[in-house]
């Protein structure tokens, strides 16, 4: 991916590069396509700036098998080196050493571009449906797209391409941030605006086999009664959202487009579900929560002898 941003973070990238202790680089092309754009138009490679000065830390990991790797392919890497390690997601299905925990994301403080009144959030959305996922040609994210195209495409409460970006000046900077950060494409503006006035928020299937990703997270601070395609297995996820308390989860694109009718015709029924969703983020999944998780659970791997 490119990270298009000022000379500043270039220099704090690279600043916070020579406090690491190990670089890991994930590349499913086994050459680098990450870079910074300067200001003045310079490319900085990431990739050739880590061999350039820290070539003893970088490992590079192959994130086409990213689905067959379990703790990475680097030297220390494996559970057995540590007291505790964390692990985003974990197959309850499968064995995993005991000092192995789950660490899902969390909901960052500027997801929460509407607030955290959520009668206020519900009153102020205007539209019905989003589907702001990207895809591929031949995929099955294309084939949901496709079909809701094809029914929705008249209907102008329905948002179904990308949204990514920001208006320059659109007061948002202040709002999210207290301050103007200037031209620094940070927070895709747009696209929380979007999830800000829609009452549905529909996520096509995570890459590389993942449970999730963080469009759950940013779909529920945003108040969204959110759709979510059939998992791939069972992750252990603490205080997990419920199908159909706190979540709609869909089998395929016939199968999603009966569930939105429904909902469409129960608004009630739609925003206890968004609700519901909005609460158990506010209670067991913000930053704050995740990080006091993180620090109790690190504590008591410690104390044990």
């Known amino acids: 991916s490119i990270v298009c941003d000022s000379d500043q973070y270039i220099t704090e990238c690279q600043n916070l590069m020579e406090e690491c202790?190990?670089?890991?680089?994930?590349?499913?092309?086994?050459?680098?396509?990450?870079?910074?754009?300067?200001?003045?138009?310079?490319?900085?490679?990431?990739?050739?700036?880590?061999?350039?000065?820290?070539?003893?830390?970088?490992?590079?990991?192959?994130?086409?098998?990213?689905?067959?790797?379990?703790?990475?392919?680097?030297?220390?890497?494996?559970?057995?080196?540590?007291?505790?390690?964390?692990?985003?997601?974990?197959?309850?299905?499968?064995?995993?050493?005991?000092?192995?925990?789950?660490?899902?994301?969390?909901?960052?403080?500027?997801?929460?571009?509407?607030?955290?009144?959520?009668?206020?959030?519900?009153?102020?959305?205007?539209?019905?449906?989003?589907?702001?996922?990207?895809?591929?040609?031949?995929?099955?994210?294309?084939?949901?797209?496709?079909?809701?195209?094809?029914?929705?495409?008249?209907?102008?409460?329905?948002?179904?391409?990308?949204v990514f970006g920001r208006n320059k000046n659109d007061g948002m900077d202040e709002q999210l941030e207290g301050a103007d950060i200037g031209e620094c494409v940070k927070h895709h503006h747009n696209y929380f605006d979007i999830l800000s006035r829609v009452k549905i928020n529909i996520e096509g299937r995570p890459g590389h086999n993942a449970f999730y990703t963080g469009r759950m997270m940013e779909s529920l601070a945003n108040g969204c009664c959110y759709f979510y395609p059939t998992p791939t297995y069972n992750a252990d996820f603490p205080n997990g959202l419920i199908d159909g308390e706190d979540f709609i989860i869909y089998n395929t694109p016939e199968d999603l487009v009966e569930r939105l009718h429904y909902y469409l015709n129960r608004p009630n029924e739609m925003r206890v579900i968004a609700e519901n969703g909005f609460n158990k983020l506010l209670k067991y999944h913000t930053s704050e929560v995740r990080a006091k998780e993180f620090i109790e659970t690190c504590e008591r791997y410690m104390s044990e002898t």
């Open 21 to 162: 202790d190990l670089v890991v680089i994930f590349d499913d092309k086994k050459t680098s396509t990450a870079h910074f754009d300067s200001d003045d138009g310079v490319k900085t490679d990431l990739l050739e700036f880590a061999l350039q000065h820290h070539k003893d830390k970088v490992a590079m990991i192959d994130a086409s098998d990213f689905h067959t790797m379990e703790y990475g392919q680097f030297e220390g890497s494996h559970p057995s080196y540590y007291k505790i390690l964390f692990k985003r997601e974990k197959n309850i299905d499968d064995k995993y050493p005991d000092n192995v925990e789950p660490l899902p994301f969390a909901s960052e403080e500027r997801y929460f571009a509407s607030g955290k009144n959520f009668n206020k959030m519900w009153r102020d959305k205007d539209l019905n449906v989003s589907c702001l996922f990207r895809c591929d040609s031949d995929s099955e994210r294309m084939n949901i797209k496709t079909v809701l195209g094809v029914r929705y495409k008249e209907d102008d409460t329905f948002v179904l391409g990308n």
